[in-house]
């Protein structure tokens, strides 16, 4: 799956070094930002459709 967040208006994207500093401070910031690109409607089980929390590794 391809995501371009350059098209999505609702998914800002860093311009800059300083700006994707500022927009992911420390790793969580980062998965936050990627779950939300991948699940825009919130996380939804591939298997079995079920809408819910992802499992987290970190």
Do not use: K, N
Not at 2 to 15: M, N, S
Not at 18 to 35: G, I, K, N, V
Not at 39 to 52: A, E, P, Q, R, T
């Amino acid at each position: 799956m391809v995501i371009d967040v350059l098209d999505r208006g609702d998914l800002p994207f860093p311009g800059s070094l300083p700006e994707f500093q500022r927009m992911f401070p420390d790793e969580a910031a980062c998965m936050a930002y990627l779950e939300r690109a991948r699940w825009s409607d919130g996380f939804i089980c591939d298997h079995c459709g079920l809408l819910g929390e992802p499992y987290r590794f970190a």
